[in-house]
């Protein structure tokens, strides 16, 4: 069976051919110039869970503001991917390798959860994948014998967190704290920490350290351990659902039980206020950040507010969840397109190579002078640092100390 085409019927497929190249050529002349594409892998499916939407609505906003000003490399627009990990570092994982074969795909933004990015190494080590960390806090993240490090942090450090909040128990004279943290490598980081910074601040000892599993029903039995054990205070660290857990039980106590909490940020990145209820207006409870919209910059914070609205429902402050996340991704987009029009490529080696050389800059967060250099991936610092209440609608707001 002859299978060729008739001379009058392959002119006419080479017509179509032809046509369909040459229109498909103009639709794309039209669309504009190809778009710099950056990745979010967070955890936008798990229940109650807001910080992944955090960073999204930052990075959104600052791509709003590049895009309007004429995008990066020469009127190249950014564009956004997003995957879910739901907080499962098998999916993670699966989603770095998916970035790393994506061309034009410059660096990947990841979420709240340190324990996923922590399993992520080795394959962010093998792909080569710029990894930009606007919210996790585990110091392995950075300091992951990569040669060269394809990491950078704007956000939290543990090794930074944790003595902030014993000095927060300290300045209340509250020096016998009890450690309640997550059995994960983030938990595990925070314990590390706090060991290092005790004989730093005078009079203050550990009385004890409780280990919690993710998702356990019920913390008040090990809460209980540490204050028999001679706890003034309690050392958080948890995410939403747990401590939410942790604040109702609490405040079920008799007041002369209620020890204050100070907790680490991961509470800040889900539905925290919504689920503890009325209880947690019963307890002292604070938490660490390295920002509030309340104190930054009146004229920055206008121009985020107005950026944001038009890529989101925010209007207002209040209307903002999971304010670091938001900020950080915020000025890591920012500062990202600068090394990527100092690079003058998409070239993932080279932008990493020009993130370690940008000149100073102001953000929304602080003035970065430089945000990062070949020694140092890490953004914040401990001038940045706060403890913030909730008030009573729910809304984060810097504390008096």
């Given at each position: 069976?002859?299978?060729?085409?008739?001379?009058?019927?392959?002119?006419?497929?080479?017509?179509?051919?032809?046509?369909?190249?040459?229109?498909s050529?103009?639709l794309?002349?039209?669309?504009?110039?190809?778009?710099?594409?950056?990745?979010i892998?967070?955890?936008?499916?798990?229940?109650?869970?807001?910080?992944?939407?955090?960073?999204?609505?930052g990075?959104?906003?600052?791509?709003?503001?590049?895009?309007?000003?004429?995008?990066?490399?020469?009127?190249?627009?950014?564009?956004?991917?997003?995957?879910?990990?739901?907080?499962?570092?098998?999916?993670?994982?699966?989603?770095?390798?998916?970035?790393?074969r994506?061309?034009?795909?410059v660096?990947?933004?990841?979420?709240?959860?340190?324990?996923?990015?922590?399993?992520?190494?080795?394959?962010?080590?093998?792909?080569?994948?710029?990894?930009?960390?606007?919210?996790?806090?585990?110091?392995?993240?950075?300091?992951?014998?990569?040669r060269?490090?394809?990491?950078?942090?704007?956000?939290?450090?543990?090794?930074?967190?944790?003595?902030?909040l014993?000095?927060?128990?300290?300045?209340?004279?509250?020096?016998?704290?009890?450690?309640l943290?997550?059995?994960?490598s983030?938990?595990?980081?925070?314990a590390e920490?706090?060991?290092?910074?005790?004989?730093?601040?005078?009079?203050?000892?550990?009385?004890?350290?409780?280990?919690?599993?993710?998702?356990?029903?019920?913390?008040?039995?090990?809460?209980?351990?540490l204050?028999?054990?001679?706890a003034?205070?309690?050392?958080?660290?948890?995410?939403?659902?747990?401590?939410?857990?942790?604040?109702?039980?609490?405040?079920?106590?008799?007041?002369?039980?209620?020890?204050?909490?100070?907790?680490?940020?991961?509470?800040?990145?889900?539905?925290?206020?919504?689920?503890?209820?009325p209880?947690?207006?019963?307890?002292?409870?604070?938490?660490?950040?390295?920002f509030?919209?309340?104190?930054?910059d009146?004229?920055?914070?206008r121009?985020?507010?107005?950026?944001?609205a038009?890529?989101?429902?925010?209007?207002?402050?209040e209307?903002?969840?999971?304010?670091?996340g938001?900020?950080?991704?915020?000025d890591?987009?920012?500062?990202?397109?600068?090394?990527?029009?100092?690079?003058?490529?998409?070239?993932?080696?080279?932008?990493?190579?020009?993130?370690?050389?940008?000149?100073?800059?102001?953000?929304l967060?602080?003035?970065?002078?430089?945000?990062?250099?070949?020694?140092r991936?890490?953004?914040?610092?401990?001038?940045?640092?706060?403890?913030?209440?909730?008030?009573?609608?729910?809304?984060?707001?810097p504390?008096?100390?």
């Open positions: 069976m002859n299978t060729r085409f008739p001379p009058s019927r392959l002119v006419r497929w080479l017509r179509r051919s032809l046509a369909c190249a040459v229109l050529g103009g794309a002349q039209a669309a504009g110039p190809q778009p710099v594409l950056l990745g892998d967070g955890e936008f499916g798990l229940d109650n869970s807001t910080s992944a939407q955090a960073v999204e609505l990075m959104r906003t600052a791509i709003a503001e590049i895009n309007a000003a004429g995008g990066v490399l020469g009127g190249r627009p950014l564009e956004l991917v997003t995957k879910d990990h739901r907080s499962i570092p098998a999916r993670g994982i699966r989603n770095i390798q998916e970035f790393a994506m061309p034009g795909l660096a990947v933004f990841g979420g709240r959860f340190s324990p996923v990015i922590i399993e992520e190494l080795p394959t962010l080590k093998s792909t080569r994948i710029l990894f930009m960390a606007p919210w996790s806090s585990a110091d392995a993240i950075v300091d992951n014998d990569m060269p490090n394809y990491v950078y942090r704007l956000s939290l450090r543990d090794s930074l967190a944790m003595p902030r014993l000095q927060a128990a300290h300045r209340r004279r509250l020096d016998r704290v009890g450690l943290l997550t059995n994960t983030w938990g595990r980081s925070n920490a706090a060991e290092r910074a005790v004989p730093a601040i005078h009079g203050m000892t550990i009385a004890g350290t409780s280990w919690y599993n993710w998702r356990d029903s019920s913390l008040v039995g090990k809460y209980q351990q204050r028999a054990a001679g003034q205070a309690i050392v958080l660290v948890a995410n939403d659902d747990e401590a939410a857990v942790l604040v109702r039980e609490v405040a079920a106590l008799p007041k002369e039980q209620r020890l204050p909490i100070l907790s680490h940020w991961g509470v800040t990145g889900g539905e925290f206020a919504k689920l503890a209820g209880a947690l207006q019963q307890v002292d409870f604070s938490v660490i950040q390295t509030s919209f309340w104190k930054a009146p004229a920055r914070v121009r985020f507010l107005a950026s944001a038009k890529v989101s429902p925010v209007r207002r402050i209307d903002i969840q999971g304010p670091v938001v900020a950080h991704a915020y890591l987009t920012h500062i990202l397109a600068l090394a990527i029009d100092r690079a003058g490529s998409t070239d993932r080696r080279l932008v990493r190579d020009a993130l370690e050389h940008l000149p100073a800059w102001r953000g967060v602080k003035n970065y002078a430089p945000p990062f250099t070949p020694a991936h890490e953004a914040l610092g401990p001038g940045e640092l706060l403890m913030a209440r909730y008030r009573d609608d729910g809304v984060l707001v504390a008096q100390e």
